[in-house]
């Protein structure tokens, strides 16, 4: 089929390359580099940052087919125009790196070669181009842009070129893919390794999504590099079902420890379906460590905040139909008159069914239980609270019962 004469095949292409190969140069920093902040289409293409201060600026050029990058050509004028403009909002004695990634090649020798990473002559580079710039007979296209260059001051010429780096010959959008399983650590080439590329895209491409919609308010900014290296991690986790670390050894708390969680609501909750002393001692004991160890996991980056947000969800999915079971038969006088005697019920049914609900593949029982009573603390606040007696909503309103502490 011939392609429409207004097609915006190629446009489009670039774009796609810019959003994938962004992905790839966030992934050559996840593991030496986790504090590099990533942003497109701010300064320029690709941002990258440390500490909100941008160490590079990185243009992205995807061509379909081979060819050259040369002193005329529109890719290298338009980047240095874009680099103009983008060095009046740098501040001063900060110049960051200026890299052109295009899939063209510099041709070896050529001046423009002393512009890559190696064997530089910033010094020639940047006659020679401050001659193109001014040359009368140049194409019209790159005039403007030639223009600009030369509009800045000598020692701002000097200081840009000396900043441009060339990375040329980079993998076309179809070979991205295999960059990206290289950088990431994804050595095989089965249906599985796929699925862990495809997984990893997804995330990336809504996160990019976020960056790119500027018209949301307080929309996402930036990604980390070490935001990717814990969804690298947490993918690669679903798949060869690494778990998380566990202390094997609970301390028991002291008196002092039990004292603090005296006024928080899932202790409340537990008094209301008459629980004893040492019962709600035990209790307390799961909720600490179960909010230690998700308190740590978090921190340390080896789980996801939507990872554990989807492991409550499911844990209050199985309390839900508990909760509805047993409910609705003490209302229809079923269970008897003895409410907290329902509750305690409800509350071992739900512990009963929640059993199987793993973080990872952590089997500890105590995780998910102690979730629960996260979850039941949080019963005053939440607009579907859960709770163990059946009337729990009801009472947790009374005056007489005690505030959470969180």
């Known amino acids: 089929m011939q392609k429409m004469p207004h097609s915006a095949a190629g446009q489009m292409i670039g774009y796609l390359y810019q959003c994938e190969w962004a992905l790839v140069e966030l992934a050559r ?95 020639g580079a940047l006659a020679v181009l ?71 895209k997804g995330w990336w491409w809504t996160v990019s999504h976020e960056m790119l919609d500027h018209a949301t308010p307080g929309r996402r900014l930036s990604v980390t590099a070490e935001e990717l290296r814990t969804q690298i991690d947490y993918v690669f986790s679903k798949y060869t079902q690494t778990a998380l670390p566990v202390v094997d050894s609970l301390d028991d708390l002291t008196e002092q420890e039990i ?53 409550d969800t499911d844990l209050r999915q199985e309390w839900n139909l508990v909760f509805a079971k047993h409910a609705d038969r003490f209302e229809a006088g079923k269970a008897g008159d003895d409410a907290e005697a329902v509750g305690e019920n409800i509350l071992d049914g739900t512990f009963g069914a929640a059993q199987d609900i793993k973080l990872r593949q952590v089997d500890k029982r105590w995780i998910a239980r102690g979730t629960l009573h996260s979850l039941a603390d949080n019963a005053r606040t939440e607009l579907n609270p859960l709770g163990w007696h059946p009337h729990f909503r009801e009472l947790l309103r009374a005056p007489d019962q005690t505030t959470s502490g969180e």
């Open 130 to 200: 401050e001659a193109v710039a001014k040359d009368p007979d140049g194409a019209r296209t790159t005039r403007p842009w030639r223009a600009r260059f030369m509009s800045c001051s000598p020692q701002t010429r000097a200081a840009l070129v000396g900043a441009v780096v060339l990375d040329d010959q980079a993998p076309r959008v179809s070979e991205v893919d295999s960059t990206l399983r290289e950088v990431v650590g994804i050595w095989k080439n089965d249906r599985q390794s796929q699925e862990i590329l495809e997984e990893l």
């Open 259 to 311: 004292a603090q969680y005296d006024g928080h609501v899932f202790v409340a909750q537990l008094k209301l379906i008459g629980l004893g002393n040492r019962s709600i001692r035990a209790h307390i004991g799961e909720y600490h460590h179960a909010w230690a160890h998700r308190s740590r996991w978090v921190y340390r980056h080896h789980v996801t905040p939507g990872e554990l947000a989807q492991f």
């Open 29 to 123: 920093r996840w593991f030496k580099d986790p504090q590099a902040e990533l942003r497109m289409e701010m300064l320029d293409d690709i941002d990258i940052l440390h500490e909100d201060n941008p160490v590079e600026l990185v243009q992205s050029k995807h061509h379909g087919h081979p060819g050259e990058l040369g002193l005329t050509s529109a890719d290298l004028w338009r980047s240095i125009n874009s680099w103009c403009d983008a060095l009046d909002h740098v501040q001063p004695g900060q110049m960051p790196m200026l890299r052109l990634v295009t899939t063209q090649s510099v041709p070896p020798g050529s001046l423009l070669a002393k512009l890559k990473a190696e064997d530089r002559d910033v010094p």
